[in-house]
């Protein structure tokens, strides 16, 4: 079993800056050769993939809408995954989820991963 728990949400003024993070733990669950991802979901809207992270071939994958501003990474000692956020907009205003595959390639696609976390919100307020 693999648990995933994100950290780091809040309310943000428009134009600043957010890490979130993700602690992954379970039996035999190694992180850092795991695909890795975050998603989001606003209020209305489907749950979309924004990052992904393949530790093994150092791979990222954006979604056009973030590119520039969203910036994925782990921490090679403990597996820890982080989303940096940076010029936040009000409609970056969403729940933020980290998941974990067992596919070996980045994807933004939710039925690549497994295992997701409860979710962390955030508010970017003007």
């Known amino acids: 079993q693999v648990e995933l728990v994100e950290f780091g949400g809040g309310s943000v003024e428009v134009g600043g800056s957010v890490r979130l993070s993700c602690a992954a733990s379970?039996?035999?669950?190694?992180?850092?050769?795991?695909?890795m991802a975050w998603f989001r979901q606003a209020p209305g809207k489907e749950r979309e993939g924004v990052a992904s992270?393949?530790?093994?071939?150092?791979?990222?994958l954006y979604a056009a809408t973030v590119k520039g501003r969203f910036t994925i990474s782990q921490d090679n000692a403990n597996g820890t995954l982080y989303l940096q956020i940076n010029n936040l907009e009000p409609e970056d205003t969403a729940v933020y989820y980290c998941?974990?595959?067992?596919?070996?390639?980045?994807?933004?696609?939710?039925?690549?991963?497994?295992?997701w976390g409860q979710g962390t919100q955030v508010i970017v307020s003007s």
């Open positions: 998941a974990a595959g067992s596919t070996p390639f980045t994807s933004l696609r939710q039925r690549d991963y497994d295992y």
């Open positions: 992270i393949y530790p093994p071939k150092g791979r990222q």
């Open positions: 379970g039996v035999a669950f190694r992180p850092t050769v795991t695909t």
